[in-house]
């Protein structure tokens, strides 16, 4: 018997997303389990992408994001994908209750006390407000050689 069987992975470009996509893929495939995509595009056109650039066109942006996402996961695994517009955390949340699903997968991307004080994290909001089961990853960095 699986542990999960609907798995939801927030997908925003970011390294750290693309660890926890890599991870929910894995367990996807362990757990015989269906994967859904989603990402978020914002509501007000004006806001900045990941790394501070601003798509010409977000929805555009955030649909090439999703199909490289899926392009990415092992042809064995169930995989659908999911565009939003809106609130991330909002989106995350709702699709995730309404979808039934049994575990959330994101990157969390470590930003700082003060960061996180003006702007809040999505990460942090889903993991306190959702019902779900939240698995937050990191992209990691490459060490750089002590020797150098």
Request: proline share 5%; net charge negative.
């Given at each position: 018997?699986s542990l999960?069987?609907?798995i ?5 470009g ?6 926890a996509?890599?991870?929910a893929a ?8 269906r994967?859904?995509?989603l ?5 007000a056109a004006?806001?900045a992408g ?8 977000p929805l555009e942006?955030?649909a090439?994001m999703l ?6 996961v092992?042809?064995d695994a ?5 565009l939003?517009?809106?609130?991330a955390?909002?989106a995350i ?6 979808g ?8 969390s991307?470590?930003h ?6 003006l ?6 909001r889903v ?5 779900t089961?939240?698995l937050l990853m990191?992209?990691?960095?490459v060490a ?5």
């Amino acid at each position: 018997m699986s542990l999960y069987r609907n798995i939801l992975v927030a997908v925003d470009g970011s390294p750290d997303a693309e660890a926890a996509l890599r991870h929910a893929a894995a367990l996807a495939r362990d757990q015989n389990a269906r994967l859904t995509l989603l990402s978020v595009a914002p509501a007000a056109a004006s806001t900045a992408g990941v790394g501070g650039a601003t798509p010409a066109d977000p929805l555009e942006f955030h649909a090439k994001m999703l199909r490289e996402a899926a392009a990415s996961v092992p042809d064995d695994a169930s995989v659908s994908t999911l565009l939003e517009r809106g609130d991330a955390a909002d989106a995350i949340l709702a699709t995730a209750a309404k979808g039934s699903h049994d575990l959330i997968v994101m990157g969390s991307h470590g930003h700082s006390r003060f960061h996180r004080a003006l702007l809040g994290s999505v990460s942090e909001r889903v993991l306190k407000a959702s019902e779900t089961p939240v698995l937050l990853m990191r992209g990691g960095k490459v060490a750089s050689d002590p020797g150098t």
